[in-house]
């Protein structure tokens, strides 16, 4: 039995082409990730609804900002009653310590998360932006300055998870998309490994978006993967 948590990444134009895929769905075969592209033609309502429907949901809109703007945009996500909202680590330190502290007050708060270095990224691109290291070392750094903001965890590939658990201990949560069963197309992503695998390093959420969004039968394609994790 996995413990890992799958979300599915809806990464759909807009809320009518999300519900056929979310009306098949229930809380307990998965949580929800909403991120930029639903979020702008859907809006907040639309998180409401899927909230109500007893969902776990993840608002991705990864903010990166100056702290006063990057705090008060965590605030009004916190508000809509979501499990977990994330900013981008590479906002500093200041701006991670703002996030934290606009939601600190809250009863019932989502699981503030930071993003450290994207998976599609790789040692290339990093090198473009300026960035020298491998980026096993970036996403170290990164996730060594969210713990030490107090934030809950970090989204990694699962590729550095282990590495992550290792420096900065249990209960830091690991969020990690990339995730490909055996012979799903990669796409964009690079640092990227198979579900049973990133199961088997006790990753606690695991983030999936094509390999079931676009299968001709997304049901079948997120039980088969659930059926890889437990056999
Ligand atoms: O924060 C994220 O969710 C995220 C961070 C990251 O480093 N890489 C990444 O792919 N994501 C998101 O995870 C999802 C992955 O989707 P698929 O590549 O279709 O499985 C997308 O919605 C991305 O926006």
Known sequence: MSNSLIF??????????????????????????????????????????????????????????????????????AELGVWMVNVHASGGRRMLEAARDAIADMPNRPHLIAVTVLTSMTEEDLREVGITVSPQQQVLRLAQLTKAAGLDGVVCSAQEAQMIAQ?????????????????????????????????????????????????SDPVAALNAIHESLTA
């Open 167 to 215: 420096q900065c201990g249990d209960g830091f949560i690991r969020v990690t998309p990339g995730i490909r069963p055996v012979g799903a197309e990669q796409g964009d992503q690079r640092r990227v490994m198979t579900p049973p695998e990133a199961a088997a390093l006790g990753i606690e959420v695991l983030v999936i978006g094509r390999p079931i969004t676009q299968a």
């Open 8 to 77: 599915v990444a809806l990464d759909y134009a807009d809320a009518e082409s999300a519900w056929p895929l979310i009306d098949q769905l229930s809380p307990q075969q998965c949580g929800l990730k909403v991120g930029k592209e639903l979020f702008t033609s859907a809006g907040p309502d639309f998180i409401k609804a899927l909230v109500e429907r007893g969902f776990k949901v993840f608002l991705d809109l990864k903010f990166h900002d100056i702290p006063n703007t990057a705090g008060k945009a965590v605030r009004a996500a």
